[in-house]
C-alpha cells in the first residue's frame, strides 16, 4: 500500500504529459506534408528513365518519408489519435 | 527408542494444538454493532468492535465471517474509530468449513486492559433478491435481504447488537428469532430500523459448531422504491496515444435491471401514463446519470442498432492531473426502450481525454506514469465482472503497474490496431464483484523509446515506398501484346 501511495503522489507531482508537437498544429502539418508528397510523387511520375536512378530514388524517398508523417498527422486530426 | 516416538508424539500433540491457542484469547469485546445500510444490489455493514486487551503487547484482532457472509463480501476494510488510515487485514488460510478469519494489525500495541474501538467497513453484493419474484408494471417492488443474526467473533463478546436501516419507510416483515442470550424482546422496530439484540454475554463463536447450532437465520422484507441495478459485464479498454496527446477510454456495458421480472406484458399506453402522472414505476429505470471525468471531449454512445440519440452531455473543463476535484462532465442517458425487470441493455460509451489531464513524465526515470481510472461509478450499482485493458504506445518497454486492490486476474499482451507493426503491449486486468468502494485509479509506468515513437510513421513510409518501387517497375515493363517494329 505504501508502493501505491508513493507512486499516487509521484503521478501527482511530475509535469504533465506534453507532446513534441503540439496537437493543435497536427491538421496545418497534415495538410502541409501530404500536399509536398503529392507535389513529389506527380513530379516522380514526369522523371524520364535513367541508367542510374538517383534522381527517382531520391524523390521516392522523401516523397515517403513526408507522406508517413503526414499521414499519422492526418489520422491524429480526423480522431483516431494513434 | 519407544522413548523418542513418545517425545514426539507429545511434541506432535502440542504443535496440533497451536491452531486453537493462535486465536488468541487476548482480547475481549465488551461492545459489538453492527449496521446494515439495505440497499439493491449493494449492501454496506459496518461493525464496531469495542474491545478490550486481556494481555499485554497486543498487536492482532482476529474477526470471523460466517461462511454465507463472507461469500458475499466484496469489500473490506478496518480501521480505529475516528482515524482515516486503513489498517492492514490478511485473510487466514481457510479450510473450508466454519467462519473465515481475518486477523487485523493494530497500529500499536494494547497494554492489558487498554481499550479501542475497532470499525470494520463491508459492502456486500447479491444479498438481496426481489421477493415476489414476478411484479407488473403497475406493481411496486419489494425485495428479502438475508443474514446470519449473531456477529461471530473468536473471543468473548458482553454485548452485541444489529441494527438493520432501510433506505425506504415500509418495512413488510422480519424474523423474530428465539435468542437465549437476551431476556427482553430479541427484536424491536423504531420506523425503518430494526434493532436485533441486545445479546448479553455471547462465548468465542468462531467456530464450526457455533455456526451449526447457535447461529439463526434472520430475513428483512423490504420496499424499495428504486431500479436494482447490476453491469453484468464491463469490458473497460483506456488507450493511450503519444503522438496525439489523447487517453481514450471505451466502456462496453452489459446492464441488467435486476428488479421483478415483468409479470404480463409491457403496455407503452402505461408507460406513457405513468410519465405523463409523473407516477413511475419504482422498478422502472427510464435513464442513467453518469458522472464522467471532466475535461473530455467526443464523447460517444452506441449500441448494436447504431448511435443513439436519447443522450445529454454537460462536459466541465479539465482539471490538473491528480486533483481531487469535484468536477465532472455530466451525461444523462436514456437506453432505447425503459429496462424493466429482468430486462438487459447493452451499450457502448467512450470519449477522448487530454493525455495531460492522466499522465506525466517522470525525468528522474525516463517514464511515463498514466492513472486510469478502474470504472465509471453507478452508485448502488455492482459489477459482476470486468475486464479493464490499458492499451500503451508501440513499443512501451520496462512496464510497471500499481493497483489499489489486487484483481483476479493480470495479464501482459499485445493489441493491435490502426498503424501498428509490432502492437501496442496491453495490460488486462479482471475483476468480480465490484461496488462503489472500488473505485480507484490504476498507475501504470513504462519507457518509450525515441526510436519507437518512429514506428509509425516509417511504417506508412515503407508502404508508400513500395508503391514508388512498383511505378519504377511499371515504368520498365513493356506489357504490350504486339511488339512494336
Same mark, same amino acid.
Given at each position: 500500500m505504501a508502493d501505491y501511495d508513493a507512486i499516487a503522489s509521484l503521478?501527482? +507531482?511530475?509535469p504533465p504529459f506534453s507532446p513534441s508537437i503540439p496537437v493543435a498544429l497536427?491538421?496545418?502539418? +497534415?495538410?502541409?506534408l501530404l500536399t509536398a508528397t503529392f507535389a513529389l510523387a506527380f513530379y516522380f511520375s514526369t522523371l524520364p528513365k535513367s541508367a542510374l536512378p538517383i534522381r527517382e530514388f531520391a524523390v521516392a524517398s522523401t516523397a515517403s518519408i513526408l507522406g508517413g508523417f503526414g499521414v499519422v498527422a492526418l489520422f491524429n486530426s480526423a480522431g483516431v489519435y494513434l | 527408542m519407544l522413548g523418542f516416538w513418545r517425545s514426539s508424539y507429545s511434541l506432535f500433540l502440542l504443535i496440533s494444538l497451536v491452531p486453537y491457542v493462535s486465536a488468541g484469547h487476548s482480547f475481549e469485546n465488551t461492545a459489538i454493532v453492527r449496521t446494515v445500510e439495505l440497499g439493491g444490489?449493494?449492501?454496506h455493514v459496518t461493525t464496531t468492535y469495542a474491545v478490550k486487551a486481556l494481555e499485554d503487547d497486543s498487536k492482532i484482532y482476529t474477526i470471523a465471517l460466517g461462511e454465507r457472509e463472507h461469500d458475499s463480501t466484496s469489500w473490506l476494510v478496518a480501521k480505529i474509530k475516528g482515524e482515516s488510515t486503513p489498517l492492514s487485514v490478511e485473510e487466514r488460510e481457510s479450510n473450508g468449513n466454519g467462519p473465515q478469519l481475518y486477523d487485523i494489525k493494530l497500529p500499536s500495541p494494547l497494554m492489558s486492559g487498554r481499550t479501542t474501538n475497532i470499525v470494520v467497513e463491508t459492502a456486500q453484493t447479491h444479498v438481496t433478491y426481489p421477493y415476489p419474484e414476478e411484479a407488473s408494471q403497475k406493481d411496486g417492488q419489494s425485495l428479502k435481504y438475508e443474514a446470519d443474526l449473531l456477529v461471530l467473533s473468536p473471543y468473548d463478546t458482553a454485548v452485541q447488537r444489529t441494527k438493520i436501516r432501510s433506505p425506504? @419507510? *415500509?418495512?413488510?416483515?422480519? &424474523?423474530? @428469532?428465539?435468542?437465549?442470550? &437476551?431476556q427482553d424482546a430479541p427484536v424491536t422496530k423504531s420506523g425503518a430500523t430494526l434493532t436485533y439484540g441486545p445479546y448479553k454475554n455471547v462465548p468465542g463463536s468462531a467456530n464450526a459448531r457455533f455456526a451449526a447450532e447457535k447461529q439463526q437465520r434472520i430475513a428483512v422484507h423490504f420496499s424499495y422504491d428504486q431500479p436494482v441495478l447490476e453491469? &453484468?459485464? /464491463?469490458?473497460? %479498454?483506456?488507450?493511450?496515444?503519444?503522438?496525439? %496527446?489523447? /487517453? #481514450?477510454? *471505451?466502456? #462496453?456495458?452489459? /446492464?441488467?435491471?435486476?428488479g421483478p421480472r415483468l409479470k404480463g406484458h409491457f403496455s407503452r399506453l402505461e408507460q406513457q401514463s405513468q410519465a405523463f402522472f409523473q407516477k413511475p414505476a419504482p422498478h422502472m429505470l427510464p435513464g442513467l446519470t453518469l458522472l464522467l471525468p471532466a475535461g473530455i471531449h467526443d464523447v460517444y454512445f452506441y449500441d448494436i442498432v447504431g448511435n443513439v440519440s436519447t443522450s445529454k452531455l454537460r462536459t466541465a473543463p479539465?482539471? @490538473?492531473?491528480?486533483?481531487?476535484? #469535484? *468536477?465532472? !462532465?455530466?451525461l444523462e442517458l436514456k437506453p432505447r426502450y425503459p429496462l424493466m425487470?429482468?430486462? #438487459?441493455? !447493452?451499450?457502448t460509451l467512450g470519449w477522448d481525454s487530454p493525455l495531460a489531464d492522466s499522465a506525466g513524465w517522470d525525468r528522474e526515470r525516463g517514464k511515463w506514469v498514466v492513472g486510469v481510472p478502474i470504472m465509471t461509478t453507478i452508485p448502488g450499482t455492482v459489477v459482476n465482472e470486468e475486464e479493464l485493458k490499458i492499451i500503451l504506445p508501440e513499443g512501451a518497454t520496462n512496464i510497471e503497474f500499481f493497483e489499489p486492490f489486487p484483481a483476479i486476474e493480470t495479464e501482459l499482451s499485445t493489441h493491435i490496431t490502426y498503424l501498428d507493426t509490432t502492437g501496442r503491449p496491453t495490460l488486462t486486468f479482471s475483476y468480480k464483484n465490484l461496488t462503489d468502494k472500488h473505485s480507484g485509479i490504476i498507475y501504470v509506468a513504462y519507457n518509450v523509446p525515441f526510436s519507437a515513437h518512429l514506428k509509425k510513421p516509417i511504417a506508412v513510409a515503407t508502404a508508400l515506398m513500395g508503391l514508388f518501387v512498383l511505378a519504377f517497375v511499371w515504368k520498365r515493363v513493356d506489357t504490350r501484346i504486339q511488339k512494336q517494329k
Open positions: 503521478h501527482k +507531482a511530475i497536427l491538421p496545418y502539418i +497534415a495538410f502541409l | 444490489s449493494v449492501v425506504f @419507510p *415500509q418495512i413488510h416483515s422480519y &424474523t423474530e @428469532p428465539e435468542v437465549e442470550y &437476551t453491469i &453484468t459485464k /464491463l469490458e473497460r %479498454a483506456a488507450e493511450v496515444s503519444h503522438w496525439g %496527446a489523447n /487517453l #481514450n477510454i *471505451q466502456d #462496453n456495458i452489459h /446492464l441488467r435491471n435486476a479539465s482539471v @490538473p492531473k491528480g486533483s481531487q476535484s #469535484n *468536477q465532472f !462532465s455530466v425487470g429482468g430486462w #438487459n441493455y !447493452s451499450f
